[in-house]
């Protein structure tokens, strides 16, 4: 079955076909060996079942790659929150149906959320790609099922064929990318005519603390500072935001007083336990680039001949759930 899923890889330096040499492998996944474009002499290594397709990153591209790579290896175990939440934030659609039978396209996957939840309501090949260390982590959260593989890459060049997947799923990525505008074109490249694209982003629109105070506080101070730092530094956050969020927040919305800033959204992260909400902040704090995107850009986007803008909500009054379905 992997051979099947290896014939959807491309080279992403000049798409060309690639042929495979295998040195260890079982029924369903390839485990070692080499991927080779036979037009550009590229070869692309498989090694403890990871495809890797990164190659020469640039300075921005590096620090995003080390610094969610880091990010991951602390909050490394899918639970029922990760998947709550990213289930969460591709609503309205109808997970339980909507994946089943088809092939999916996972980018960004961090530790497997996506692409976990995704083959767990019925797709039929789900292939997860990002571009930091996490990759291994994914790898190991997901190698029960025998429906999705793994590679290391870039979303800019990324491994595949054109208009090759059902779906198109990329959640909490574009916003932390140099160019999100050229990933949005290439993410959809890769859906197929009468297929489907998703996207999930920080909003522009009720983000005005997020705006003035926290974006400041990342670009000044805690992403100059290392990593390490940035977590303890979460961990007391994540305190505080816990104590505001469950003795403050929730009993003055039970008397109908809503107008605190991120209102919606600080009580619908009552859901989370601490470490959940720890990694939300430090995933705030920790970002090179973090952007915040209007109504206007997002409908901007999808206002194309290629696609169809179905869905676009507000999701938690600070965030845009963006769903769109490519011109047959």
């Not at 998703?198 to 992403?223: H, M, S």
């Amino acid at each position: 079955m992997f051979l099947t899923y290896a014939q959807r890889y491309a080279c992403p330096e000049c798409n060309g076909n690639l042929s495979i040499t295998i040195t260890n492998k079982d029924k369903y996944h390839l485990y070692e060996g080499e991927y080779y474009c036979s037009v550009c002499d590229c070869i692309f290594p498989v090694k403890g079942g990871i495809s890797i397709f990164v190659r020469d990153l640039d300075k921005q591209k590096t620090h995003t790659a080390r610094s969610f790579g880091y990010k991951w290896k602390k909050f490394a175990v899918i639970d029922h929150h990760y998947k709550k939440n990213f289930l969460d934030e591709i609503f309205p659609l109808d997970y339980r149906t909507f994946f089943k039978g088809k092939t999916v396209l996972d980018a960004g996957t961090g530790i497997g959320i996506p692409c976990y939840c995704i083959a767990e309501h019925g797709a039929k090949e789900v292939f997860a790609v990002d571009i930091t260390e996490s990759i291994r982590i994914a790898y190991e959260n997901t190698k029960e099922f025998n429906n999705i593989c793994v590679a290391q890459a870039d979303i800019y060049k990324m491994p595949f064929k054109r208009n090759s997947f059902d779906v198109v799923v990329c959640v909490a990525v574009l916003q932390h990318l140099p160019n999100p505008w050229e990933a949005f074109d290439e993410l959809l490249s890769f859906v197929k005519p009468g297929g489907t694209l998703i996207l999930w982003v920080y909003a522009n629109e009720g983000n005005n603390f997020v705006r003035f105070f926290v974006e400041p506080f990342r670009k000044w101070f805690t992403r100059k500072l290392p990593v390490q730092f940035v977590l303890g530094l979460s961990y007391i956050l994540g305190a505080i935001f816990q104590l505001v969020a469950q003795w403050f927040y929730k009993p003055l919305n039970k008397i109908n007083m809503t107008w605190l800033p991120l209102n919606d959204y600080i009580i619908y992260r009552t859901n989370y336990d601490y470490k959940m909400n720890t990694h939300m902040i430090f995933d705030q704090l920790l970002a090179p680039t973090s952007y915040l995107f209007s109504k206007e850009e997002i409908e901007q986007m999808f206002n194309r001949p290629t696609i169809n803008l179905v869905t676009l909500r507000h999701h938690n009054s600070n965030s845009w759930t963006a769903i769109g379905n490519k011109a047959l």
